[in-house]
C-alpha cells in the first residue's frame, strides 16, 4: 500500500518509518530566504483570533522581524537535523551531517524547478489517467490556492541581506542541494 505522508519535521516524521514500515523521501526544496519572507508575511497577514497571532508582528517590518526573537534561524537545518533551535550555534559538522543524510537518503525536488521535480518524484510510479498532466500543471501552477501573494523583497534591500546572514546554514546547505539536484538529474 503506497501512503504519502506530508511534513516539514523530516526527524520526527522518519520515526514513523523503521522495521516492516520503509519510505522512500522525497524533499522538498525552497530558497531559504524566500521561505522566510513568506513566512513573514504570513505571520503579519494572521487574524487575531489564529493561535500563531502575535500583535507585536504588525508593527514590525521585515528587518525589524529579522532581528527579533520572534524569528527562527535556519529552520531547514533545524528541520532536518530534529534540534529545536541549536543555542550554541550551528557548525560545520552540523551541516556535513544534513548534507550527507539528504545525499544518502532523499531525492531531492526544487520549487523553482516544480515540473522535473515532479516528473523526478514521479519516475517509475503510476501517474494516474491521461489527464494527470493537465492535473499536475493545474496543482503546480495556476491552481496554487495555499500561494501567498506579497510583495517582491529585492535582493540588494538591506532586509534580504538580513535574512542572509542569519539563515547562513540555510543558505549553504540550500546550495549544495541545487548541486545534488542536478546529480540526481543525470
Not at 43 to 52: A, E, G, K, R, V
Not at 74 to 91: K, Q, Y
Not at 151 to 167: F, T
Amino acid at each position: 500500500c503506497d501512503v504519502v505522508l506530508l511534513s516539514s519535521n523530516l526527524f520526527e516524521t522518519s520515526q514513523v518509518f523503521s522495521g516492516s514500515f520503509q519510505a522512500e523521501l522525497w524533499a522538498w526544496f525552497r530558497h531559504p530566504i524566500e521561505r522566510q519572507i513568506s513566512t513573514y508575511f504570513f505571520l503579519q497577514s494572521l487574524p487575531q483570533d489564529h493561535p500563531s497571532f502575535n500583535p507585536r508582528m504588525n508593527a514590525m517590518s521585515l528587518a525589524d522581524w529579522a532581528r527579533s526573537d520572534l524569528h527562527t534561524p535556519n529552520t531547514l537545518m533545524t528541520s532536518l537535523l530534529g534540534i529545536p533551535t541549536n543555542l550554541l550555534g550551528w557548525t560545520e559538522i552540523d551541516l556535513t551531517v544534513a548534507k550527507n543524510l539528504l545525499r544518502r537518503k532523499a531525492k531531492v525536488g526544487l520549487l523553482e524547478r516544480k515540473t522535473e521535480s515532479i516528473q523526478r518524484f514521479l519516475f517509475g510510479r503510476r501517474t494516474g489517467a491521461s489527464g494527470s498532466r493537465e492535473c499536475q500543471e493545474r496543482l503546480l501552477d495556476y491552481a496554487w490556492t495555499t500561494k501567498g501573494r506579497h510583495p517582491s523583497i529585492g535582493e540588494r534591500s538591506d532586509a534580504y541581506q538580513l535574512l542572509v546572514q542569519k539563515n547562513s546554514f540555510d543558505m549553504l546547505l540550500y546550495e549544495y542541494v541545487r548541486q545534488l539536484f542536478e546529480e540526481q538529474g543525470t
